[in-house]
């Protein structure tokens, strides 16, 4: 099973300011990675798939990058409504699809 | 607009089995590329995959999981489904049900229940 790791685990951003989180393989799983958002009581959404793909209306301010095992979640100019916890997820080496662990990006 | 939302106990005895209903509107769940799963996260841990199911009826499952999970379709329901059996607290958690999107590799989780919290006790 490839266990994904998230760090930091909690980020705190001012709005207007650029946050970037981290995501590692413990293996590689190419660009097989995407990235998801979970906002308390909602259902999570996903952003980012093939490491470095938009889902369909996600802002422009999400980028992703990295392949191999190393991968990074970048908002450009954080708005308001983007504070919430962010999901790593590997799909190229299944069963099992794994997740990180979470990073919880908060407001400074 | 795809929705997805769970229904079922939540609460279950011990030992007992846990079965969620997944309520998809707004898509037929007959639709290709797409599969039918179900992940958990228990309170202050992380997201676990369980697994899914095709509309066909074949099935896919987390090693961890297999020997106590099942799923199935109803097609004329446009619903799905999944049965744990022998629970224990571990199995407290909030269980999400997802559409799976098939893509070269794997699957991505493009459209998420909201989610419901189960909680296994006497």
């Known amino acids: 099973e490839i266990v994904m790791t998230q760090s930091p685990a909690t980020l705190s951003v001012s709005p207007g300011e650029r946050a970037t989180l981290s995501c590692r393989a413990s293996?590689?799983?190419?660009?097989?990675l995407a990235w998801y958002q979970h906002k308390p009581g909602q259902a999570p959404r996903l952003l980012i798939f093939r490491a470095s793909t938009r889902a369909t209306g996600i802002p422009v301010r999400f980028s992703g990058s990295g392949s191999g095992t190393e991968f990074t979640l970048t908002i450009s100019s954080l708005q308001s409504e983007d504070f919430a916890v962010y999901y790593c997820?590997?799909?190229?080496?299944?069963?099992?699809?794994?997740f990180g662990g979470g990073t919880r990006v908060e407001f400074k | 607009q795809l929705q997805l939302q769970e229904s079922g106990p939540r609460v279950v005895k011990p030992s007992e089995t846990l079965s969620l209903t997944c309520i998809v509107s707004g898509g037929s769940i007959s639709s290709s590329p797409y599969y039918w799963g179900w992940i958990r996260q228990p309170p202050g841990k992380g997201l676990e995959w369980i697994g899914s199911v095709y509309y066909a009826g074949s099935s896919d499952y987390n090693p961890s999981l297999m020997s106590r999970v099942t799923f199935s379709v109803d097609r004329s329901k446009n619903h799905f489904y999944m049965e744990m059996t022998s629970v224990t607290a571990a199995d407290t958690a909030v269980y999400y049900c997802v559409r799976e999107k098939k893509t070269v590799s794997g699957r991505l989780f493009d459209y998420w229940g909201q989610g419901a919290l189960v909680t296994v006790s006497s």
């Open positions: 293996q590689s799983v190419s660009s097989n």
């Open positions: 997820q590997q799909y190229d080496s299944w069963p099992p699809f794994t």
